[in-house]
């Protein structure tokens, strides 16, 4: 076998998290007189963490420092609270976990949500040891597309990148699979289009979490 772990997304690709965030986000935007934003429009503003996100969903005219730190702060206040209200893991990503793990490959998570909500994700939805490694977003490591995280996960598992899967919804996904040398996979049950990411670069499009390994095994 060529590759010998898969490197999972997890916002739209291991978990669906868009109701709670687009919650989240709206009441603070709301609490301080911002419009809001419907669930769709969301699936654009989130990927790059959560003071991007603060960023995007603020006015045009009203993105000051000051400002997005106050949007930022309450989002984080609200989503402490509400982070598993709707969120639910994906038809057919327990299946897929289980055959990777059966097929001796190893799993781990990179994601640009913040380590700490990263860590409490994967701690309610999946069962210890699911995975080796599991990395949020940190602030002393640059955060996806860059290929930090990626090489951190290839290097703790002592494996060469390019025997890596990495699975993802986003472009973002994409092209850090494709910065690392690791096999770019795209997610077309996440957030965002096939449009998307085959524009990023994915070598791989799967509609179905259990695609990856009929993929797998002709390979």
């Not at 916002?11 to 709670?20: E, M, R, Y």
């Not at 990777?100 to 994700?121: I, Q, W």
């Not at 599991?134 to 955060?143: A, C, D, I, K, S």
Request: charged content about 25%; glycine content about 6%.
């Amino acid at each position: 076998m060529k590759y010998k772990a898969v490197i999972f997304d997890l916002d739209g690709t291991l978990v669906n998290t868009l109701d709670d965030l687009t919650d989240s986000a709206n009441r603070a935007l709301a609490a301080h007189g911002f419009p809001v934003y419907t669930v769709e429009e969301y699936k654009y503003f989130i990927g790059s963490g959560a003071e991007t996100l603060a960023q995007r969903i603020l006015p045009e005219g009203h993105r000051d420092d000051a400002t997005v730190a106050r949007i930022l702060d309450a989002f984080k206040e609200d989503y402490s609270q509400n982070w598993k209200v709707k969120s639910r893991v994906y038809e057919g990503i327990p299946q897929l976990l289980e055959a990777v793990d059966s097929m001796g490959l190893k799993r781990a998570v990179l994601s640009n949500k913040l380590h700490e909500y990263t860590l409490l994700c994967v701690e309610e939805f999946f069962a210890p040891q699911t995975f080796e490694m599991v990395l949020g977003m940190r602030p002393e490591v640059p955060h996806k597309p860059d290929p930090a995280g990626a090489f951190e996960i290839a290097d703790f598992l002592s494996l060469n990148p390019e025997e890596c899967v990495f699975l993802g919804d986003s472009a973002t996904d994409i092209h850090t699979a494709l910065a690392a040398n690791m096999l770019p996979v795209g997610a077309l049950w996440g957030f965002r289009t096939e449009d998307e990411l085959t524009r990023a670069g994915a070598q791989v499009e799967i509609s179905h979490p259990m695609e990856l390994m009929d993929y797998l095994a002709k390979i």
